[in-house]
């Protein structure tokens, strides 16, 4: 079941608010690129693919805004390399 993906611009994340926990990635923005740094599921919440629609949002949000990714975190580098539609995305 896809859960809402909130954009939370001032604290530079992308959030699932679920059960009273949270799933997140967390960026830094340098010009026309965003750094995935950190992804974020509370242990309640794992095992139900969450932490992959935060990501897909953060990829999305990237490509609607012709921004170049930089998968610093290892969860989102590793979803980037399963998800070849996003590997254009990446920074070189």
Avoid: W
Avoid at 10 to 29: H, P, Q, W
Avoid at 30 to 41: D, K, V
Wanted: hydrophobic fraction near 40%.
């Amino acid at each position: 079941m896809e859960e809402k993906v909130i954009h939370e611009n001032e604290d530079k994340r992308f959030v699932i608010n679920l059960e009273g926990n949270e799933v997140y990635v967390e960026y830094t923005m340098t010009g026309s690129e965003i750094n995935l740094y950190h992804t974020f599921t509370d242990p309640a919440l794992r095992g139900k693919g969450l932490a992959a629609q935060v990501v897909r949002a953060a990829l999305e949000f990237a490509k609607e805004n012709n921004l170049k990714v930089v998968p610093t975190c290892s969860y989102v580098h590793a979803f980037i390399t399963k998800n070849k539609e996003y590997q254009e995305l990446v920074a070189n």
